[in-house]
Structure formats: structure tokens, C-alpha cells
């Protein structure tokens, strides 16, 4: 969801957290480091895992998936996960419960 990422650094430079030109930095960071990432698509078993995850913990549905993203890259890698990042609760409790080691502060559901 590399949108997300961008739509997060634009929404600080919005608020006037962040300047515009960190915000072109950081936009410029994250975009460089794509080819390094491992793809998770969005196949009928990761939603699948998504509708698990809602049942089952108090999570939205963009959490849930991306949860089950992390878990299905886990699956495929066939080694744990050295961490998962986030940094909602709801979310960060959600992992633990499905056995990732997590890291990440409560900033708001």
C-alpha cells in the first residue's frame, strides 16, 4: 500500500507538522527503497486471512489486511518475521495474538 505511506507524509505536510521539503524528502526515501521490498499481492487466501482477522480481533478492514499480508509473507519466507511495525494498539495487539513480534507505539486506532 505504497500510497498510504505518501498519503501519510502529505497529510503532515498539510497539518504543518512536517515541512514541505521533508515531506519531498521522505516521499523521495520511501520510493527509493521499493525495489528492495517483498510484495505481498491480494489473493483470495490473504483476503480469506483478512476475514479471519476481523472475526477475531477488533481491528478495520485496511489493519486486517494488512495483517494478513505480513502473516502470508511470514508463510512464504517460512521464517518469522523480524518485526511488525505499526503504530496502532488495536493493531499491534493483533499480531502479538498471531505470534509476530511487533514494534510500534499507540498513536490512535
Excluded at 520510493?31 to 483478512?50: C, F, L, P, Q, Y
Amino acid at each position: 500500500m505504497q500510497f498510504e505511506v505518501v498519503s501519510a507524509l502529505a497529510r503532515l505536510a498539510h497539518e504543518r507538522a512536517r515541512s514541505v521539503a521533508q515531506r519531498d524528502r521522505a516521499v523521495a526515501a520511501f520510493v527509493a527503497d521499493i525495489d528492495a521490498w517483498h510484495v505481498v499481492e491480494i489473493t483470495v487466501g490473504v483476503t480469506a486471512t483478512a476475514r479471519r482477522l476481523l472475526l477475531q480481533h477488533s481491528l478495520r478492514s485496511g489493519a486486517a489486511l494488512q495483517l494478513a499480508c505480513a502473516l502470508r509473507l511470514q508463510d512464504g519466507m517460512r521464517a518469522p518475521l523480524r518485526a511488525f511495525i505499526a503504530h496502532n494498539q488495536r493493531l499491534l495487539t493483533a499480531a502479538l495474538a498471531e505470534q509476530l513480534s511487533t514494534i510500534g507505539g499507540d498513536l490512535g486506532p
